[in-house]
């Protein structure tokens, strides 16, 4: 039996002229922007955007982008807003508007593509008509772009991959807990005509993401490598944050912003036993 890699593998090499927006939000990212951009134009996917908006950094950010932009703008389309910090959630809405594709891919300024998989992704949901979002993986490199996990999944995050085959272990797996982290995500821009923008102020936006996806059965997930996914003192989430409080925080958010997003009492059941969980989680951080 084929999976859906492999259809997408062996489909028709013809050209699709679907367009791709690759949004990147950047804070104060400066040591690594430009090796992000670059993995963009090594994929050799023809229809691609890049939109950037520099979100108030107060590095040299600024600078790197437009030495990048000034070298590389008669080979690849690229918008670029350097303005005062809003926020990641407003910087995405932001992004998300201004986009022309069919499909988005958000890329942190910290992280790299890898493999030239665009194309396929493309070919992946456009074979899947009733799935709007694609979910990968990831190696994880360290400052110096090395590889120190082989898996942001299943090293880092602790996933298990096999909870990520069919819709309802989806849907469970992203109600108990953010455990799918990096650039690993690709999606049709029309989601959000069905479960709406970022909300402003919200710092998970991802899993708040995920879990409304998931909650519409939108999710597919396909274990394959397209990214490097970097790992260092500033990233503010991951299986081994320092910034647990306000991680606990976030998390609580999510769940009191999606509770009725929840389809039916089985997974409204599990979204409240979840909350509770963390709810302990956050009160013995704080009186510590």
């Known amino acids: 039996m084929k999976t859906d ?39 050799t996917y023809p229809y691609k955007e890049i939109i950037v908006i520099n979100d108030g950094s107060k590095d040299n950010s600024d600078a790197q982008i437009k030495e990048w932009i000034s070298i590389h703008k008669n080979s690849i389309s690229i918008q670029y807003i350097n303005r005062q910090n809003k926020g990641i959630c407003s910087t995405l809405n932001e992004m998300i508007d201004l986009a022309n594709g069919k499909y988005i891919l958000p890329l942190a300024s910290d992280d790299c593509l890898y493999g030239n998989t665009i194309e396929k992704r493309v ?7 009733d799935k709007y979002v694609l979910l990968n993986d990831a190696f994880v490199i360290d400052d110096a772009d090395k590889i120190v996990m082989e898996s942001s999944s299943t090293d880092y995050w602790k996933a298990d991959k096999s ?57 597919l997930f396909i274990d394959f ?19 647990a409080l306000k991680l606990a925080t976030a998390i609580l958010k999510v769940y009191k912003l999606n509770f009725k997003f929840y389809p039916g009492i089985k997974y409204k059941l599990l979204g409240i036993k979840s909350y509770l969980r963390v709810l302990i989680w956050y009160f013995k951080l704080k009186i510590k």
Request: aromatic share 12%; glycine share 6%; charged share 25%.
């Open 225 to 243: 490598k397209v990214a490097l996914y970097r790992v260092h003192a500033q990233n503010f989430s991951g299986a081994n944050a320092g910034h």
């Open 123 to 129: 070919r992946i949901l456009e074979n899947n008509k």
């Open 5 to 43: 890699l492999d259809k997408a593998e062996n489909a028709e090499k013809t050209d699709t002229g679907i367009w791709v927006s690759i949004v990147i939000p950047c804070y104060n990212h400066e040591k690594y922007v430009q090796r992000t951009l670059t993995s963009i134009t090594e994929d």
């Open 163 to 219: 909870l990520y085959l069919n819709d309802s272990d989806i849907l469970a797996e992203c109600i108990k807990g953010p455990k799918i982290g990096g650039p690993v995500i690709f999606y049709r821009k029309d989601i959000f005509a069905e479960i709406g923008k970022y909300p402003e102020g919200l710092q998970i936006e991802d899993w708040y993401f995920y879990q409304r996806a998931a909650s519409l059965n939108r999710i």
